[in-house]
Nanobody
Framework: QVQLVESGGALVQPGGSLRLSCAAS????????MGWYRQAPEKQRELVAR???????NYVDSVKGRFTISRAKAKNTVYLQMNNLKPEDAAVYHC??????????WGQGTQVTVSS
């Protein structure tokens, strides 16, 4: 199994920035991709950004140009830089890993609140 620990969530004003971190431990050699999902109250969970072991990235359309996903050289830590935050970005953000065999692991989540 892979254990994930997230940090960085906070309350910020619209237009502000946050950087989320996700540290992976355990069977990290099996990780194919790491990403960030978010779930707002009474809304579906959605994939925000993902980075593969080869460095390819994907973003949901609503965050393109504002969010950037990256990873450390050791590939056991992934970051999500969030700029120009909007109220609709408010959600619980969960780190996710996917193994080469398609198995998912989830972090506990970190709260991002965007409010004036």
């Amino acid at each position: 199994q892979v254990q994930l620990v997230e940090s960085g969530g906070a309350l910020v004003q619209p237009g502000g920035s946050l950087r989320l971190s996700c540290a992976a431990s355990g069977n990290i050699v099996s990780i194919y991709a790491m990403g960030w999902y978010r779930q707002a109250p009474e809304k579906q969970r959605e994939l925000v950004a993902r980075i593969t072991s080869g460095g390819d990235t994907n973003y949901v359309d609503s965050v393109k140009g504002r969010f950037t996903i990256s990873r450390a050289k050791a590939k056991n830590t992934v970051y999500l830089q969030m700029n120009n935050l909007k109220p609709e970005d408010a959600a619980v953000y969960h780190c996710n890993t996917r193994s080469r065999h398609g198995a998912d692991n989830w972090g506990q989540g970190t709260q991002v609140t965007v409010s004036s």
